[in-house]
Each structure stands twice: as structure tokens, then as C-alpha cells.
């Protein structure tokens, strides 16, 4: 019972930590040790190097571990959103939506960019600075309160295009893939549902509560940056080189690779790779075309490429160390008495129990791909087993386990919501009630329906 106390005050410690902006690459290891203090089986050896040990073998062979299979994709997604915001491509992608669909469309607007732009492999943290001064324009114009702008980004960057649709780069795409043997078009019907659920619903909320509160008449347009600028077509290849690329290499090249020698010398599963090497080629490809084409629109792309490059460090060793973190706890006898909870929540359906799992740890983390790292490293096997046994798909797993990262990891700890909030000049008080609804109530929704229908009618 005192095993499980500590995890709990843990658990607790992180997240209310975390909330008041301690870095998780101090947190993480300090709450994990906590958890140890609290395990008798442990420290009823009064052994020395136990912390240490726990530290130094455990914590940060799970981190490193992580930093080995997840930095290309971490680095690459970095470098190639910058360039694109450097290039002024971002901008000009969220130019053309929103001359199309007009200013009264504002929250439309800024949702199809935000998308368009994720989709395309740009960080979300990227796609927030680069689209915030023309929603700001647009909202003004339609005279909508700009406190609704962080629900209309969230929406359009921490939903459909991170969990639900097939072939999306984002990093918890890619996260199931080497443990269920996935690419990450798996369940590609099912994730066009999801998407649409997200979509569909996140915008009647967003159009509904929008009218509740008149223009702020401080608000201001911020004019369009002069200089030149790529055309519309050549500001989107690089994301169709990315979508395509990844399709192209995932579903069709790569299976089609002799691999013999890898297998033989290096012991390397395709099945198990392949969605990863995909996004790798497809981002790679990508920076290469933006670098031959955009060289005018840029004042320099070695800033660039040194700037994403040093950007996509925290991102990474922070979801590492939450890894490093669930590793510990994993570690612990107290911990195998939560896990057989979990798992027997639906001893019968791992999709349910996947789902909760996924979805609590995400939310202790604060973190989409730090929690389901945790809970797939630590039962992704199980699950797997139990669908084998259960002739469920590993597709539909993959599906489940990545739209379920998207759920409770958006709580108000949430790094990226805290980020996006300073990023507008707003408050959690000012604007988080349309960031819970759009990218946590509705993501359950879509997840329990994806659930549903993958229980009876399969994966497709």
C-alpha cells in the first residue's frame, strides 16, 4: 500500500510541478527517485547505490534508448518547420487559405492553415508563431474577441492532423510503429473518422462559444510582412513531398527493398522500421527541395538549419525523460499492481484498456508522446499479445494507442498549451476552456467511436 502511495505522490508531484514550469529534465529523475523512497521491497536493503543505481541504469537507459530510435524524426520535423517559416512558405500558406475562405471565415481559416500546416510535418510550435498574426488580422476584421484564437490553433494543430489522419508525420504517429509493426497509415479509414469527428465538432464549438463575447476594440490587424515571397504551389510541394514521400516509401518501396543483408548483419526487422525510415526519407527529401528552391526567399538557410537543429533538442530529451521516468516506475512491484488494474479494466478488449492507459499517463506527463511512450513500453507487448489471441488488428492498436495520446495530455500542464497561451499574450482563465473542449472532450469522443466500431467491424 505504501508502494502505491509513492507513485501517487509522484505522479502528483510532477504534474503540479510541472505546471509551475519546472524543467522535466530536472523534474522527471527527482519525482522518479521519489517513487523508489516510497518501495519497501527496495529500500529494505538499505543498499547505498540504489538512487544511483536507479538513476544512472535504469532512468537514463530508457532515455537514451528513446533519444536513439526518436532523434531523426525530433531533428528533422525541427529544421524543416523552420525553413518553411524562414522561407515565408508558412505565411504564404496561411495567406492563400485565408483569401479564399474569407475574413468572415476566420476560425475556419486559421483551423484548414494550422492543419494544412502540421499535416504537413511544420512543429506546432512553429505553425502558432507563424499563423497568430494573421488570425489576429482576421478575427479583428470579423469581429471576433481574439481570446478565441489559442481554441482555433489547438484545434487545427493538436487534434486530427496529430492523432487521427493516416500518413501524419507527428511524432505520436510514429511512436506505435516499431512496437506494433505499423506504418503510420495504419487504420486509415477509422482515422479519417476520427479526423472528421474532431473537425466537425471542434468547429461547432468553436463557432458557437465565439459569439458569446464581443470584439475586444483594442484588437488590431498586424500588417503582412513585405519582401518577396515563393508562389502558393511552390509553398506547398514541400508538404506534398512530405505526405506523398511518406506514402510512397511506407506503403511501396520500402516492402520492396532486399533487405536480406540488413536482417542477416544487423538483425534489422523492415516491418519494424519502415515507418520510421519512411518519414526520415520523406522529411530529408523535403529539406533538400526547400533548400534549392527557397534560396531567394531567405536571408540565409545555415541560421535556419542551426536553429531547428538546437530546437528540436528540449523537445526530445524532455519526452525522454519522461520515458527515462515511466521506466522507473515500470521498475517497481507497486507498479505491476496499477498495470494489472489497467489491464483488466477490459480483460477482453486491450483497445479499452490501451486506451486508458494511454490516456492516463498522457495526462500525469502532460505529455501526448511522453505518455504513450511510457504506457507502450511498458504493456505495448501485452497488448500486442492480447490481440494476437484476439485476432485484433496491430493497425487498429496503433490507431487506438495514437488517438488516445491526444485526449487528457492536454491538460492545463500541458507544455504546448502553456506555450500557446504566452505565445497569444493570453491566460489560462482568458481561453483554456476552448482549448479542453476542442483537444480533449472532443478527442475522447472520437476515440471511444473509433473503438466502438473497430470492436465490431475490424480494422479499415
Not at 494573421?134 to 470579423?142: G, K, Y
Not at 488516445?404 to 504566452?422: C, M
Amino acid at each position: 500500500m505504501i508502494g502505491l502511495f509513492g507513485l501517487v505522490v509522484s505522479l502528483c508531484a510532477l504534474m503540479y510541478f510541472a505546471y509551475k514550469g519546472i524543467n522535466v529534465l530536472i523534474l522527471a529523475p527527482v519525482c522518479a527517485l521519489i517513487a523508489v523512497l516510497f518501495q519497501p521491497e527496495l529500500m529494505s536493503h538499505t543498499s547505498q547505490g540504489i538512487f544511483l543505481t536507479q538513476y544512472s541504469q535504469v532512468f537514463m537507459g530508457a532515455l537514451a534508448k528513446y533519444v536513439f530510435q526518436y532523434f531523426p524524426v525530433f531533428l528533422l520535423g525541427a529544421v524543416f518547420g523552420k525553413l518553411m517559416n524562414d522561407s515565408r512558405a508558412a505565411e504564404v500558406i496561411g495567406m492563400e487559405i485565408s483569401k479564399k475562405l474569407g475574413s468572415h471565415h476566420a476560425i475556419l481559416a486559421t483551423v484548414v492553415a494550422c492543419g494544412l500546416l502540421t499535416y504537413g510535418g511544420v512543429s506546432l510550435f512553429v505553425v502558432a508563431f507563424c499563423v497568430l498574426p494573421i488570425s489576429e488580422t482576421l478575427f479583428a476584421e470579423a469581429g471576433i474577441h481574439r481570446k478565441y484564437i489559442p481554441g482555433a490553433i489547438a484545434l487545427g494543430s493538436f487534434t486530427f492532423t496529430m492523432t487521427a489522419l493516416p500518413g501524419t508525420p507527428s511524432i505520436q504517429n510514429a511512436i506505435p510503429m516499431p512496437f506494433f509493426g505499423t506504418t503510420s497509415f495504419a487504420a486509415p479509414i477509422l482515422g479519417v473518422i476520427a479526423g472528421a469527428i474532431m473537425f466537425g465538432l471542434g468547429m461547432v464549438w468553436m463557432k458557437y462559444n465565439s459569439k458569446k463575447t464581443p470584439i475586444d476594440q483594442r484588437q488590431m490587424g498586424i500588417k503582412n510582412s513585405e519582401g518577396a515571397k515563393p508562389s502558393f504551389l511552390l509553398a506547398l510541394s514541400p508538404l506534398l513531398i512530405v505526405i506523398l514521400g511518406n506514402f510512397l516509401f511506407s506503403e511501396i518501396l520500402i516492402p520492396k527493398w532486399d533487405t536480406s543483408f540488413l536482417i542477416q548483419n544487423f538483425q534489422v526487422s523492415p516491418a519494424s522500421v519502415k515507418g520510421l525510415w519512411a518519414i526520415i526519407i520523406s522529411l530529408s527529401v523535403a529539406i533538400i527541395f526547400v533548400l534549392i528552391f527557397f534560396r531567394k526567399y531567405s536571408q540565409g538557410f545555415v541560421k535556419s538549419i542551426n536553429e531547428g537543429t538546437m530546437g528540436s533538442l528540449l523537445p526530445i530529451f524532455n519526452t525522454a525523460s519522461e520515458v527515462g521516468y515511466g521506466a522507473v516506475i515500470a521498475g517497481l512491484a507497486s507498479f505491476v499492481v496499477l498495470r494489472d488494474l489497467i489491464v483488466n479494466i477490459s480483460p477482453n478488449n486491450p483497445l479499452i484498456s490501451e486506451a486508458v492507459a494511454v490516456n492516463m499517463l498522457a495526462g500525469i506527463t502532460g505529455s501526448a508522446s511522453g505518455g504513450m511512450s511510457i504506457a507502450l513500453q511498458v504493456l505495448g507487448s501485452k497488448y500486442l499479445e492480447m490481440a494476437n489471441q484476439l485476432n485484433i488488428s496491430p493497425e487498429l492498436l496503433h490507431r487506438v494507442a495514437t488517438l488516445s495520446s491526444g485526449g487528457f495530455d492536454t491538460l492545463p500542464h500541458n507544455g504546448a498549451v502553456i506555450s500557446l497561451l504566452a505565445i497569444c499574450g493570453l491566460t489560462h482563465k482568458d481561453s483554456y476552456k476552448d482549448i479542453f473542449m476542442v483537444a480533449v472532450a472532443i478527442p475522447v469522443v472520437a476515440t471511444v467511436v473509433v473503438i466502438i466500431l473497430g470492436s465490431l467491424f475490424g480494422s479499415f
